[in-house]
């Protein structure tokens, strides 16, 4: 099983800063690494696809990097809606998909 | 547009069993692996079940194996998860989600889930 670790656990930040969250899987997992936003009270909604595909209707704030073992979702300039829970997820070996344990954005 | 709208959750004893659906619109059902995800109260996503277009590639996490189904009906265009044996730990917003096309799993599509509550 790839297990996914994500940092921080909180990063709180100010309106207009840059946010930085890392994704690191404990064995490769190539670029399927997907990266979804959760607000409170809300389903999962999904971000990037595959390290650096933004998904339809999300804003060119975020971007996504990395290769192999070690990824990045980056917020350009943080907005007061992206207050949420960040997850990411592997889809290169499964069963089972899986999921890293999230980092909360707060301003 | 696309919708996906779970129901069937509630309260349960353990051991009990509880059987939850998704109806499906807006998209072509058979063209794409359906799945469920649960999230247990604060805590973070967890997959749970996945089942391909037309039902004959069904895949489980390991702690669900022999106690949960899932299944669908392209009729219907019908998601299930028949629950079995449930255990405090299954307790979880259990979300319907659609994957992306072909054999991409990702969750492209969530539903707004619903709550299963194993109690005694």
């Known amino acids: 099983e790839i297990v996914l670790t994500q940092s921080p656990d909180t990063l709180s930040l100010s309106p207009g800063e840059r946010a930085t969250l890392s994704c690191r899987a404990s064995?490769?997992?190539?670029?399927?690494l997907v990266w979804y936003q959760q607000k409170r009270g809300q389903a999962p909604r999904l971000l990037i696809y595959d390290t650096s595909n933004r998904a339809t209707g999300i804003p060119a704030r975020f971007s996504g990097s990395g290769f192999g073992t070690d990824f990045t979702l980056t917020i350009s300039s943080l907005e007061p809606e992206d207050v949420a829970v960040y997850y990411c997820q592997q889809r290169l070996s499964w069963p089972p998909l899986t999921f890293g344990g999230g980092t909360k954005v707060e301003i | 547009e696309v919708q996906l709208v779970e129901s069937g959750g509630g309260l349960v004893q353990p051991g009990g069993s509880l059987r939850l659906s998704c109806a499906a619109s807006g998209f072509t059902f058979t063209n794409h692996w359906m799945n469920w995800v649960r999230q247990a109260p604060g805590k973070g996503l967890e997959w749970v079940a996945s089942i391909n277009q037309d039902g004959s590639d069904k895949k489980y996490m390991d702690s669900v194996k022999g106690r949960f189904t899932i299944s669908r009906d392209n009729a219907e265009n019908s998601l299930y998860l028949e629950m079995n044996s449930l255990r405090t730990e299954d307790t979880a917003v259990y979300y319907c989600a659609r994957a992306a096309g072909g054999a991409d799993h990702y969750f492209e599509y969530w539903g707004q889930g619903t709550l299963v509550t194993v109690s005694s």
């Open positions: 064995q490769s997992v190539d670029r399927y």
